[in-house]
């Protein structure tokens, strides 16, 4: 039986120089009110979803590193860290495991029946995508199929899509850096299992909702971000409130948001047209021959100089016989 539960949660505290709408300088003073500000609620578990610091060299960001980790220090809550793409970008995970005095990994924790999956994959940005690990995915597919009551996703970088328009970083830019390159894949994974009621992530620096096949994928404002709250920063945090029936994300500071939404009942999905593939897992392919399409390249592939190279041209009509897409 699950039980009300409730859970504080901040993001992307940006601690450095200042860089575009991220007020660095300000950080710090930021956390330290907002962590003194938590020691008044009862709620025991902190979870902070990453990007604790702007990224000038690697010894300078291991020392604003060290310093959120100093005002983290000073907090009594059960507190659990995952990484952002800034504190990997040049330091590693065990940089950030050792000047937080805590694991950044992968982890489940179990709370009033609750189980909260907390996905911390180095998420290493691109513009067309962060990157992930198939050891990372393999974590997140093994932890989904063993769920056995209501479970919360919480992530860095998020997994809703959704559009970035009015987005200060990733409107006019290339979008798919706001998520994972192996997005669509790892949407079929969380939605084909009916525990997941909802999922939680940081990165974009704004408050938003997503309603996939009635899974709610929620983001919340940077500590640290301007971009909706300038000249101040918008001083964020938030509190995720879990009940047998619905979820509840409250962010306060200067840029509060509310939104509160039924969860999903098992074994209930959203209708698809006909024709379209039902939402489940991608089978993994096991051998070439299963492939559906072929890249080749030519010069000593197909030819060398003028000459055919045997073999190449009944390859490629046997492929295409099969309906194998070549280029």
Known sequence: MTEPLELLLLSDVHNGPPFEAKAGPQALAELRMVLERLEREPAELLIDLGDRINNVSAEDDLKH?????????????????LLGNHDVKLLSVQDNAQ???????????RRSGWSLLLWSPPPYYRADGCLVSEEDVAWLREAL???DGPAVLFTHVPLGGGTMRGNYYFEGAPAAGASYRELERLQEM???HDHVKAAVAGHVHWNSLNVVDGVPFLTIQSLSELATTAPAPAGAWAK??????????????GDPFLVRLPLREGGRH?????????????????SPAEATG??????GVIYRGDELLPGAAAFVRELRERGVGVV
């Open 65 to 81: 590193m060290r310093e959120v980790a100093a005002a983290f220090a000073g907090s009594s809550k059960d507190r659990h860290h």
């Open 99 to 109: 000047a937080l005095g805590l694991p950044v990994g992968h982890r489940i924790l």
């Open 145 to 147: 199929d063993g769920l």
């Open 190 to 192: 969380i939605l084909a």
């Open 240 to 253: 995720l409130r879990l009940e047998p029936g619905t979820v509840e994300l409250e962010v306060y500071g």
């Open 270 to 286: 959203w209708l698809r047209r006909p024709g379209m593939r039902p939402w489940r897992p991608a089978a993994p392919m096991r």
């Open 294 to 299: 072929v890249i080749l390249d030519l010069d």
